[in-house]
Each structure stands twice: as C-alpha cells, then as structure tokens.
C-alpha cells in the first residue's frame, strides 16, 4: 500500500522534505507525517479536562487581509485541508483485519469488534485499557484502509465508509457521556475528513456523492462538538482546534476557521511558556506539543489564516528547552507522563545536535537551563560525535504543583554518566485508573525525599538559591510535602570526578518516615554492603555505581539503607520504560525516622575496578568530605546553613 507523504513542521537531520505532496509511485490522497504522539489516553473521567488559558493570547494569528501572490489568494479562498494522518494508530491494524472488523493498537491482541460485516460493538473494551478504548474510538485504526480507499479499491471504500457511518449512527450527538469518544472527538474529525478525502479521490469526483453526503453531515455535528467542549490551552485543546479549522476550510465554514484560529492564539501562550517551557509536566509531551504547533503554522498557511510569527518564536524556544532535556544518550530525560523517548533531530535548529548525538548540527552554547515552570536541565558540555554520550547529564524537579501530566516529582533528579543511565523516574504506567499509575505519579516512584506517613500535598517547590561553576553546578530547594512537614533539599553535580552529593533535610510537627529514595535502571543488581553503602552494577559491564550516606548531624540508625525491588505491596522498585512494559528495577532508600532528619547521600559512577575512599573533619563551622572517587581527589563541603560546594 502506498502513501503520499506530507511533512508538518517536522524537519528530521539527513532527510529533506518540503509541504509538497510526493506520489511514492501509485496515487491516493495526501497524508501528513505522523507526529511523535505519546500513545495513552489522557482524559480523567469525570473531571473538566479543561484548561484555562492564563496567559495574554498571541494577536497575530488572523486571517489574511491582503494576499501577497495570486497562488496565496487562490488558498483564502479555496483552501486545502490535508488528512492528518493516524499517528501510528493504525500501523497494527492492516486492510486485511478491516475487511474482517479486527482491530489491533499497543500490543495486545487483535480483537474482532464487529461482526464481519461492519456492524461494529462500540461498547467493547476487552482489555479494561481506557488508551485502547479512546483509540477504538478515534477511528485512526482505519488508517490502511482509508489509503487504500483512496487509491480506489471499492473494497476498501465499502468497508470503512460502513465502519464510519456505524460509528456515527450507533454515537449520535452528543456523545460526551463516554469518555473515550468525548477524547478522541479531534482525531474522529480528521479520520472523518480523510474518509471524505478518500471517496472522492478514489471515486475520482470533485463532489461529494449524495449516498456519502452524510459525511458532510458528521463533520458538522463534530464542530459543534469542538465549538462547545474546548479543552483549552494543552494538546488536546490545540489539536481540537486544528480540527474545527479543518472542518471548517473543508466545508467552507469561515466561522469555524476564525473560532479556531481564537482558540489558537489563546493557547499558545500558556501551552508554551515565554522561557519556551511546556506546561504538561512532561518532556515527550512537551516534544509532542513543539510538532503539533508546528503543524498549526502549516495547516493555517494552507488554508488562507495567517500564522503570524508568535507560535513560531514559541517553537524556537521550546526547541533549545528540548535540546537541554535531551540526556547524554540522546533520550528525552523521563519526566511526568513521558516513556523513554528519543530527541527528534530538527533539522536548523539545537535539537539537530542533540537529536544526532553530535553527528550533525551545531552544538547548543547554553550547557545548563533553569526554567520557572518548575524544570533544571544540566550536562557537563555538549561533546562530539565521539563524545557525546561520555558526558554526564541531569535534570531536577521544582516548580508549580502537580498538573495534567505531571507527577508528584519535586526535587526528583535523573542523571547520566559513563554512557548509560545512573539515577532514573519511576516511568510512566499509562492512563488506567490503578494502582500502578497511583504509584507511578506518587512521590515513590521518584528519587527524592519522601514521607509516607503523610498524604502528598501537591506542593508548589521553590528553587532558593544556585550556583554554577567550570567544575560543579549547587541548587538548594525547599517546599512543604504534607501538613506541618517541610523539605529542603541541596544538590551538589560534580564533574571530574563524576560525582552527585545531595543533603535531604526534613523536619515535621509529628514523627515521620523520611526516606531518601534513589530509583536505579533495571538492568542493574544492587547489594546493600552496610548501613552506609550500597553498589549497583549490570554484570559484565565497565561501569559501576557506588551510593554511600555519611552521617551528618544524625547518627545511622539499623536499617539506615534498605533495597527495595518488584514489591506490589507497597508498590516499589520498577521501572515503566513505556506504558505495556513493566520491568522489575531496584530502589535503594536511605532510611530515618523521628520529628527530624538530615540524609548526605553520594552517588560515584565509577569503572568496574574503581572504589571511593573519604574521611571527615571540620574547618569552622563547615563539614567536609574528603574523597577519592576511582583515584580523583575532591573535597565536598557542607556549610553551617546547608549549602554544597566543591572545594578542591
């Protein structure tokens, strides 16, 4: 099966492409790239799923007053709308399983939904999975059918025209009781309008033929459905009115295309921040969101609006804050709802260095990035294309309260070193409603200091002061986890030796659980040595992971460090590198109990042979750390009021 290939604001090193259409070699109708989507459904049911815009909206979005070319005047008026694509939805679903009513999305077994026919149970959901379901929904799984309809296969055109329309008889308006088509109403729009694109092109008409007119007739009750439920300023709200401006350019509703173009200037300055930060609270949504505005620019342009340059200079930020989240091994570092996900390498701009490891591109001049929507994003230099994954990478966690798709991660750090993964999230589960994704968005499946004892306060976390040397980046926050508990945490990065030292202070009004938690990849083995050490290590591998507490100020109770590995009750020690993989993963804590508590934890990435070795003294009022880190000298000092800094 052939698609045409249409790229939207996705411009991917190594490759050129244009928004020109391109036949492979048998012709059908135009189908954008898909764009890198996270998979899951992102609806809470029974909740807004509103976001307001807080922001003052962009003022130059509009349509365009004066055409500059006749071809731009000959688009105001006429106008293209190309399909959208399927997002990979359809990729497991082939014409074969249409034609027979199967379906198949995320790994889990194809299931015949209908009954051979195209008389489909709209009701079934057969693996309980709420991103199943809502995909069911959006229709994207007739994608190869739709490309085949379009190509004129009367099959094909039979098939999913009957899977549509029983969609739209078994669902009428309005359809907002069920959460998974009230979610995927923006996708149905575009599957709807690539149908429509798709009967005429495979018919070879330019008008739509009366026994498919009611094509026509669900696009309009999807508009309404978009003019009336607008999620506002994140994805779901962009995507929508994407949508409604592409009903609108199909069926030349100008109503439409104006409202959305409203609806996109207000959002764009929440959804991408003026430091270019995302406000999902998440790095593969915040990559999503960079290509989906991307795409707005383009399906406004094609269409008669101009995009003005607001969303553009939006996009430019966010790709430098794309390039700083990107780890040493060219991975997006895993934050809030995001798998383990790739740096798409974007051609002309700092992702092209950081998407490519260094092979193409130009190496970004920023080497730390503190961002006020709560995100600290820092490596040792940027490298080459030899040396790009031996840097050391980390990212912290501050900022406002837990929102969409974010998790309880404030004060959470993910690093890097010596080519692989040191301290890692917890992952992200998906969208079921269970006790996995509970764990998986609580402050325990991330590597912070946690108090069980008391129920997760959302807190808003401050960064209280930093400074960034040649040789060791310090950042202090504070925040309040629960009622009458407060937190502070000092994080010290050291380059040369590979170091991380934080001190974790704790305090409450009654006794607490306070435990240092340090999440370490799967492909790990950790053994608890003493009440002060612990090591980690894949078998085999040149690389090992030394983790020690010294005391300070508070003596090492019994059980001061305990290991914690595929345990369900309590949920602790995994890993979700994406949403259908679960791996067992081991999770060391640093243990107190009592009204206070002061945690200095060490991390030292090491070779296989290397060893730490440290003593202790005071000068003044300051403790210090004397170390040897795999035979590099350094001194770590503790100041009077907690702060960290490197002193030799």
């Given at each position: 099966m052939v698609r045409w290939v249409l790229v939207f604001g996705l411009v991917v090193a190594g490759a050129t492409y244009s928004n020109e259409a391109v036949a492979e070699d048998n012709p059908g109708i135009a189908v954008a790239r898909d764009l890198p989507e996270p998979p899951g459904a992102q609806f809470v049911p029974g909740a807004t799923n509103v976001v307001p815009a807080t922001a003052a909206p962009a003022s130059d979005i509009k349509a365009k007053t004066e055409a500059r070319t006749t071809a731009e005047a000959e688009a105001a008026v006429a106008g293209t709308y190309t399909c959208p694509g399927f997002s990979s939805v359809d990729d497991a679903t082939p014409l074969s399983y249409i034609m027979q009513d199967y379906y198949a999305w995320g790994g889990f077994k194809a299931y015949k939904v209908g009954n051979g026919s195209g008389n489909i149970n709209w009701k079934l959901n057969p693996y309980g999975n709420p991103s199943w379901y809502m995909w069911f929904h959006s229709l994207r799984w007739l994608g190869q059918g739709i490309v085949a309809a379009s190509q004129g296969d009367a099959n094909a055109i039979a098939r999913v025209t009957t899977i549509v329309s029983d969609w739209v008889i078994d669902n009428p308006y309005s359809w907002k009781g069920n959460v998974g088509a009230w979610e995927s109403t923006m996708h149905r729009t575009n599957v709807i309008i690539c149908t429509r694109q798709a009967v005429l092109t495979g018919l070879k008409v330019t008008t739509l033929p009366a026994r498919y007119?009611?094509?026509?007739?669900?696009?309009?009750?999807?508009?309404?459905?978009?003019?009336?439920?607008?999620?506002?300023?994140?994805?779901?709200?962009?995507?929508?009115?994407?949508?409604?401006?592409?009903?609108?350019?199909?069926?030349?509703?100008?109503?439409?295309?104006?409202?959305?173009?409203?609806?996109?200037?207000?959002?764009?300055?929440?959804?991408?921040?003026?430091?270019?930060?995302?406000?999902?609270?998440?790095?593969?949504?915040?990559?999503?969101?960079?290509?989906?505005?991307?795409?707005?620019?383009?399906?406004?342009?094609?269409?008669?609006?101009?995009?003005?340059?607001?969303?553009?200079?939006?996009?430019?930020?966010?790709?430098?804050?794309?390039?700083?989240?990107?780890?040493?091994?060219?991975?997006?570092?895993?934050?809030?709802?995001?798998?383990?996900?790739?740096?798409?390498?974007?051609?002309?701009?700092?992702?092209?260095?950081?998407?490519?490891?260094?092979?193409?591109?130009?190496?970004?001049?920023?080497?730390?990035?503190?961002?006020?929507?709560?995100?600290?994003?820092?490596?040792?230099?940027?490298?080459?294309?030899?040396?790009?994954?031996?840097?050391?990478?980390?990212?912290?966690?501050?900022?406002?309260?837990?929102?969409?798709?974010?998790?309880?991660?404030?004060?959470?750090?993910?690093?890097?070193?010596?080519?692989?993964?040191?301290?890692?999230?917890?992952?992200?589960?998906?969208?079921?409603?269970?006790?996995?994704r509970t764990w998986a968005k609580s402050p325990f499946a991330h590597s912070a200091m946690t108090t069980p004892l008391s129920a997760d306060g959302y807190p808003a976390t401050k960064l209280t002061r930093y400074a960034l040397n040649s040789t060791s980046d310090f950042y202090e926050f504070s925040d309040t986890p629960g009622t009458g508990i407060s937190r502070v945490r000092a994080t010290l990065v050291v380059r040369n030796p590979d170091l991380v030292v934080t001190l974790d202070r704790g305090s409450a009004k009654t006794a607490q659980q306070f435990q240092t938690l340090w999440h370490l990849p799967s492909d790990q083995q950790a053994t608890v040595y003493s009440r002060t050490t612990a090591l980690a290590m894949r078998p085999g591998e040149d690389t090992r992971t030394i983790l020690f507490q010294v005391p300070y100020r508070q003596a090492l109770p019994r059980g001061a460090i305990l290991l914690k590995q595929a345990q369900t009750q309590p949920i602790q020690g995994w890993h979700y590198?994406?949403?259908?993989?679960?791996?067992?993963?081991?999770?060391?804590?640093?243990?107190?109990?009592?009204?206070?508590?002061?945690?200095?934890?060490?991390?030292?990435?090491?070779?296989?042979?290397?060893?730490?070795?440290?003593?202790?003294?005071?000068?003044?009022?300051?403790?210090?750390?004397?170390?040897?880190?795999?035979?590099?000298?350094?001194?770590?000092?503790?100041?009077?009021?907690?702060?960290?800094?490197?002193?030799?």
């Open positions: 007119q009611w094509l026509d007739k669900a696009l309009l009750d999807h508009a309404a459905f978009l003019v009336y439920n607008w999620s506002g300023a994140w994805n779901h709200g962009t995507d929508e009115s994407i949508a409604l401006f592409g009903v609108g350019c199909t069926l030349n509703r100008a109503d439409y295309k104006t409202l959305a173009q409203q609806r996109l200037a207000s959002g764009i300055t929440t959804a991408i921040d003026s430091q270019g930060s995302t406000n999902e609270q998440s790095t593969a949504y915040a990559q999503f969101n960079y290509s989906l505005w991307g795409r707005a620019v383009d399906v406004l342009r094609a269409c008669g609006a101009d995009p003005g340059t607001t969303i553009t200079t939006r996009r430019a930020l966010m790709a430098n804050w794309l390039a700083l989240a990107t780890n040493s091994l060219g991975n997006l570092h895993q934050i809030g709802d995001s798998e383990v996900v790739r740096t798409a390498p974007i051609a002309g701009t700092p992702l092209e260095y950081a998407g490519s490891l260094g092979a193409t591109g130009i190496a970004p001049t920023q080497r730390v990035g503190l961002y006020s929507a709560g995100y600290v994003f820092g490596r040792s230099g940027w490298g080459t294309s030899a040396t790009f994954a031996d840097q050391t990478s980390y990212s912290i966690r501050y900022g406002p309260g837990r929102q969409l798709h974010g998790h309880s991660d404030h004060m959470s750090l993910t690093y890097t070193a010596r080519g692989r993964d040191i301290v890692i999230d917890g992952g992200h589960t998906g969208y079921q409603n269970d006790t996995w590198p994406t949403i259908t993989t679960r791996r067992s993963a081991p999770t060391l804590m640093f243990a107190r109990a009592g009204t206070t508590a002061s945690i200095l934890s060490f991390i030292a990435p090491v070779r296989a042979t290397g060893a730490v070795t440290y003593s202790t003294r005071w000068s003044g009022t300051t403790y210090v750390v004397d170390m040897s880190v795999a035979g590099v000298r350094t001194s770590i000092g503790i100041a009077a009021g907690g702060s960290l800094v490197r002193l030799a």
